[in-house]
């Protein structure tokens, strides 16, 4: 399981003030409200706190605390802002972080060996694993109970009921 989530990553400066855009890699991006501080990149030891969010279209408009011009935003363009798994909001039941879900086997309910869960995408209304096979075929599999009845983080693997074509 992963220690660390990128919640959101800086994809440009807003104003001179050392606001930053930010991109957020969550479906509720409400949730920089809810956190106090972040780190950026692979800085895992300095916390950056937040003094401000608004939002622009599909981002976050965030003022951290000491970054106070356009120059040092600039410098952060395309990192990413982290936090500790623990301060990740919870989740309700059967309900996974993406980040412990890739790299997950996954066989079908008789036993068969799918491959590995290598993306989920977002499309809609459900997400969409994708499994890709030992020989590079790329099976599309809805993340509904009646296609995927298991999912076990603990043994890294996932339990998929295709239906005719699915796979």
Known sequence: MQK???????????GLKGEMRVYPLTDYKERFEEIQWVYIG??????????KVRYKNNLAIIKLKGIDN???????????????RENAR???EDAYFIADLIGLNAYTVDGKYLGVLEDVMQPGANDVYVI???????????????FVPEININ?????????????
């Open 4 to 14: 660390y989530f990128k919640v959101g990553q800086i994809v440009n400066t807003q």
């Open 42 to 51: 692979d800085d895992l030891q300095t916390k950056y706190f937040i003094e």
């Open 70 to 84: 356009i120059n040092e935003v600039e410098k952060l363009r395309n990192k990413y802002l982290v936090i500790p």
């Open 90 to 92: 919870e989740l309700e």
């Open 132 to 146: 890709k096979s030992e020989d590079g075929k790329e099976y599309l599999i809805p993340a509904v109970k009646q």
């Open 155 to 167: 043994e890294r693997k996932i339990i998929i009921d295709p239906i005719e074509g699915m796979i």
